[in-house]
C-alpha cells in the first residue's frame, strides 16, 4: 500500500479530535510524505518521515499489545496510540533541505544529492512537536510526555545533564514504551 493512503487511512480512522483535520490538511500541504526521517541515521530517503512514523506506529500498538494485553485501549486510546505514533516527528518538517556534494565513484568526480538541515524553528525536538500539534489540537499530559521524551538519551537536553526524562519516564510509563518503540524502529525495521 502507498505509504501516504496507509498514513492517512489510518490518521482518519483513529485520529478524530476537535482540530485534528486542520492539522491533516497541513500536513497533505507540507513535505511531511516527501522528507527524509533523518540526514543519514534512519529512513534517509525521500518518504522516509512518514515511512519511519508509520512503522513506529505499528510498533508502537505491539508493544501496548505486549504490555497490557489484548484490552490495551482499556488503558490507552487507539487515538493516543495514532496521535504519538504517527505524529511524533513533525519537528521534521520543512527541516531538511537536498544539497549536491562532489563525491569520487570510480576514480571520477560525480555530483550526489545528500541532506542537509535548515532548522527554521528552532525549538528542540519533541517539545517542538508537541508545540506544532499544540497549534492544531490539544494533547493529553501522557501524549504530550511521551512525544516530547521519545529520543530518549539521544535528547540534547538529558545530554546536558537534565533528569526530567527520567521523571517522565517513571510518571508517564506511555513515553517509556514509546520512545522503546521509536528506538526499536530505528534500529531494527528501518536502514
Excluded at 25 to 54: I, M, N, Q, V, Y
Excluded at 85 to 109: A, P, Q, T
Excluded at 130 to 159: C, P, Q
Aim: glycine share 6%; charged share 30%; with cysteine.
Amino acid at each position: 500500500m502507498d505509504v501516504k493512503k496507509e498514513f492517512i487511512d489510518i490518521y482518519k480512522e483513529h485520529i478524530k479530535r476537535e482540530g485534528s483535520e486542520q492539522l491533516l490538511e497541513w500536513l497533505k500541504k507540507s513535505d511531511f510524505f516527501k522528507a527524509p526521517a533523518s540526514t543519514r541515521f534512519h529512513s534517509c530517503t525521500d518518504g522516509g518521515l512518514a515511512k519511519h512514523s508509520l512503522l513506529v506506529y505499528k510498533r508502537f500498538i505491539k508493544k501496548l499489545e505486549a504490555e497490557y494485553g489484548e484490552n490495551w485501549q482499556e488503558t490507552y486510546s487507539h487515538e493516543t496510540a495514532a496521535i504519538c505514533g504517527l505524529l511524533h516527528d513533525l519537528c521534521k518538517i520543512d527541516f531538511y533541505k537536498s544539497e549536491l556534494r562532489n563525491v569520487k565513484e570510480n576514480g571520477e568526480w560525480v555530483q550526489k544529492p545528500y541532506y542537509t538541515v535548515c532548522d527554521n524553528l528552532p525549538y528542540g525536538h519533541g517539545e517542538k512537536t508537541v508545540y506544532i500539534i499544540s497549534g492544531f489540537m490539544k494533547l493529553t499530559r501522557d501524549e504530550a510526555m511521551a512525544i516530547n521524551w521519545h529520543m530518549g538519551g539521544f535528547d540534547t537536553r538529558v545530554k546536558g545533564g537534565s533528569y526530567s526524562m527520567a521523571e517522565a519516564f517513571r510518571r508517564h510509563p506511555l513515553s517509556l514504551l514509546f520512545h522503546t518503540a521509536d528506538l526499536e524502529t530505528c534500529y531494527l525495521d528501518e536502514e
